[in-house]
């Protein structure tokens, strides 16, 4: 068993987790951090976990405010790592995390301490990563490289409302990769949006994933699809038993070509169009640059500049996903007039209805999609929906999940992620 580290929106790291393992083998035991029951976890391939660690051991949970609690554990580790160690002859570099505890940082440091002076005794070095937090960041666990060799170890404690887990860490996020694809790629537009290579790797997960996601109560979620639906997604999704991965990515807004690059480092093939001849020479660029600088072992079938309310895509039949950034309207840094909000939801669900109804019959039935599409945030936080995400089923579109929405507190568009399947 596993343990992840969700990220900044941890509801879309579940989901994400959830639809690559499986929900039954998922289990989320803090606001930061769930459990995943497999054999092995590929990080560098999801996009919303920021660490993972495999299980060492469980504690039983005692009735002991956290700092007493994380004394008494600090113990075990201790007795465990120094017969673990003893005879090791290499220098050791040890980060210690403490999740869901309220304990003071000094006193998760003091573990490594103790454990540094018991190993002195035995000749065996041991530096320990300095933090002024209960957890070390992404950033320090990946700059230390902490848990990819034996001699560099990150420790993390978790409290569940059961028990206390101690894991391993097998790796953090690769921030440095991620940060290159994002801001090295040779052509990037902040005016259409600039899709995250972590978010897009989500949507990918989400739409290719085998498992479903259990459906919540959710005022913005049809309680008319669910009850529809429910029955036949349990039977048919919940006992699905994993194949081979789809081969065939289209993105019909491709933009400048976010979603391609990631899919082809995952291996998919992909296909592509986007209105713009402008967004089409950037993607081509860009691909050409993940092609020359990155291994990766999909291939590019095609791309094309169209219009995705109107165009027939060549190999749409034998898409296995369709993944995409749809229309988000106009950036605003505060939010709109009523007059001009309304102006721009009517805009936007035109053209993203268009298109959806466009595409619904080149999609072989059961096709999964996992498209953004705009949200907007008013003063208060509260959201505009676009009309048609209450009108799915009449587009032909079955939602396999609540919406899920990402976006960062500041911001006045938001991306609404809708999981589908065509009916």
Same mark, same amino acid.
């Given at each position: 068993?596993?343990?992840?580290?969700?990220?900044?929106?941890?509801?879309?790291?579940?989901?994400?987790?959830?639809?690559?393992?499986?929900?039954?083998?998922?289990?989320?035991?803090?606001?930061?951090?769930?459990?995943?029951?497999?054999?092995?976890?590929?990080?560098?391939?999801?996009?919303?976990?920021?660490?993972?660690?495999?299980?060492?051991?469980?504690?039983?949970?005692?009735?002991?405010?956290?700092?007493?609690?994380?004394?008494?554990?600090?113990?075990?580790?201790?007795?465990?790592?120094?017969?673990?160690?003893?005879?090791?002859?290499?220098?050791?570099?040890?980060? #210690? %995390? @403490?999740?869901? !505890?309220?304990?003071? /940082?000094?006193?998760?440091?003091?573990?490594? +301490?103790?454990?540094?002076?018991?190993?002195?005794?035995?000749?065996?070095?041991?530096?320990?990563?300095?933090?002024?937090?209960?957890?070390?960041?992404?950033?320090?666990?990946?700059?230390?490289?902490?848990?990819?060799?034996?001699?560099?170890?990150?420790?993390?404690?978790?409290?569940?409302?059961?028990?206390?887990?101690?894991?391993?860490?097998?790796?953090?996020?690769?921030?440095?990769?991620?940060?290159?694809?994002?801001?090295?790629?040779?052509?990037?537009?902040?005016?259409?949006?600039?899709?995250?290579?972590?978010?897009?790797?989500?949507?990918?997960?989400?739409?290719?994933?085998?498992?479903?996601?259990?459906?919540?109560?959710?005022?913005?979620?049809?309680?008319?699809?669910?009850?529809?639906?429910?029955?036949? #997604? %349990? @039977?048919?999704? !919940?006992?699905?038993? /994993?194949?081979?991965?789809?081969?065939?990515? +289209?993105?019909?807004?491709?933009?400048?070509?976010?979603?391609?690059?990631?899919?082809?480092?995952?291996?998919?093939?992909?296909?592509?169009?986007?209105?713009?001849?402008?967004?089409?020479?950037?993607?081509?660029?860009?691909?050409?640059?993940?092609?020359?600088?990155?291994?990766?072992?999909?291939?590019?079938?095609?791309?094309?500049?169209?219009?995705?309310?109107?165009?027939?895509?060549?190999?749409?039949?034998?898409?296995?996903?369709?993944?995409?950034?749809?229309?988000?309207?106009?950036?605003?840094?505060?939010?709109?007039?009523?007059?001009?909000?309304?102006?721009?939801?009517?805009?936007?669900?035109?053209?993203?209805?268009?298109?959806?109804?466009?595409?619904?019959?080149?999609?072989?039935?059961?096709?999964?999609?996992?498209? @953004?599409?705009?949200?907007?945030?008013?003063?208060?936080?509260?959201?505009?929906?676009?009309?048609?995400?209450?009108?799915?089923?009449?587009?032909?579109?079955?939602?396999?999940?609540?919406?899920?929405?990402?976006?960062?507190?500041?911001?006045?568009?938001?991306?609404?992620?809708?999981?589908?399947?065509?009916?």
């Amino acid at each position: 068993m596993f343990i992840a580290i969700l990220g900044r929106q941890p509801d879309i790291s579940l989901a994400e987790l959830e639809a690559v393992y499986g929900v039954a083998q998922v289990r989320q035991v803090s606001a930061q951090v769930a459990t995943v029951v497999t054999d092995t976890i590929d990080l560098s391939a999801l996009g919303g976990t920021t660490k993972i660690g495999k299980v060492i051991t469980t504690l039983p949970l005692k009735r002991l405010r956290d700092a007493d609690l994380f004394t008494d554990v600090s113990k075990d580790i201790v007795h465990h790592h120094i017969d673990a160690w003893r005879g090791v002859n290499h220098k050791i570099t040890l980060g #210690i %995390s @403490a999740y869901n !505890l309220d304990v003071p /940082p000094r006193l998760v440091q003091k573990t490594g +301490l103790i454990l540094k002076s018991a190993l002195k005794k035995h000749s065996v070095s041991l530096r320990l990563v300095p933090n002024d937090d209960t957890a070390l960041s992404t950033a320090v666990s990946h700059n230390n490289k902490l848990g990819l060799s034996d001699n560099k170890v990150e420790l993390m404690v978790v409290k569940t409302g059961t028990d206390i887990i101690i894991a391993e860490s097998r790796g953090a996020q690769n921030i440095t990769a991620y940060a290159r694809r994002d801001h090295g790629k040779p052509k990037r537009d902040a005016f259409v949006g600039m899709l995250p290579p972590k978010l897009a790797q989500i949507m990918i997960n989400l739409a290719l994933g085998t498992a479903a996601v259990e459906h919540p109560a959710d005022p913005h979620f049809s309680e008319e699809t669910v009850k529809s639906e429910e029955s036949r #997604i %349990s @039977a048919e999704r !919940l006992t699905k038993v /994993p194949v081979a991965p789809p081969r065939h990515i +289209l993105d019909p807004f491709c933009g400048t070509g976010t979603v391609l690059q990631e899919a082809l480092l995952q291996g998919y093939d992909v296909l592509a169009s986007d209105l713009s001849d402008k967004m089409i020479d950037y993607t081509q660029q860009n691909l050409d640059w993940i092609v020359r600088s990155h291994r990766h072992t999909g291939t590019i079938l095609d791309i094309s500049q169209a219009d995705a309310t109107t165009h027939t895509w060549p190999h749409a039949s034998a898409v296995d996903a369709v993944v995409c950034e749809t229309y988000l309207g106009q950036p605003f840094s505060a939010p709109p007039s009523p007059a001009k909000l309304k102006e721009v939801v009517g805009n936007c669900n035109h053209i993203i209805s268009s298109f959806l109804k466009n595409i619904h019959p080149q999609l072989r039935p059961g096709t999964p999609l996992c498209i @953004a599409v705009p949200a907007w945030r008013d003063n208060d936080g509260r959201p505009t929906h676009l009309p048609l995400t209450r009108d799915l089923a009449k587009l032909g579109y079955t939602l396999t999940r609540p919406p899920l929405v990402y976006s960062r507190p500041d911001q006045v568009v938001a991306r609404e992620l809708l999981v589908l399947t065509v009916r």
